[in-house]
């Protein structure tokens, strides 16, 4: 079992920048393809970014260009940079785990983002 905790989130303006932390625990993050989900009321749920126990990145067509994920092995903890933010409404960003991208196991209770304009 691996669990997951996101931290980071709060109300910002448009364009500012932040930092959305997962925190992993139960087994090595690295081992695992982790990926960023965003979720606002009444929409779909959205990639925003994935990275492989390899190291390799793939992003959201929103959001390419702006976000970026990273991981620190030793702190067993996934990043995602988020910066030029744009005014939306209110989402919620989660984070998962899973052998692949296309098979997330392992999902964390979400952080709120909201964007103020």
């Known amino acids: 079992q691996v669990q997951l905790v996101e931290s980071g989130g709060g109300l910002v303006q448009a364009g500012a920048s932040l930092r959305l932390s997962c925190a992993a625990s139960?087994?090595?993050?690295?081992?695992?393809?982790t990926g960023w989900f965003r979720q606002a009321p009444g929409k779909q749920r959205e990639l925003g970014a994935a990275?492989?126990?390899?190291?390799?990145?793939n992003y959201g067509a929103s959001v390419k260009g702006r976000f970026t994920s990273s991981r620190d092995n030793a702190l067993n903890t996934v990043y995602l940079q988020s910066n030029s933010l744009k005014p939306e409404a209110p989402a919620v960003y989660y984070c998962a785990a899973g052998s692949s991208r296309r098979a997330y196991t392992y999902w964390g209770q979400g952080t709120q983002v909201t964007v103020s304009s």
């Open positions: 990275i492989t126990s390899g190291g390799s990145t």
């Open positions: 139960g087994h090595t993050i690295s081992s695992y393809v």
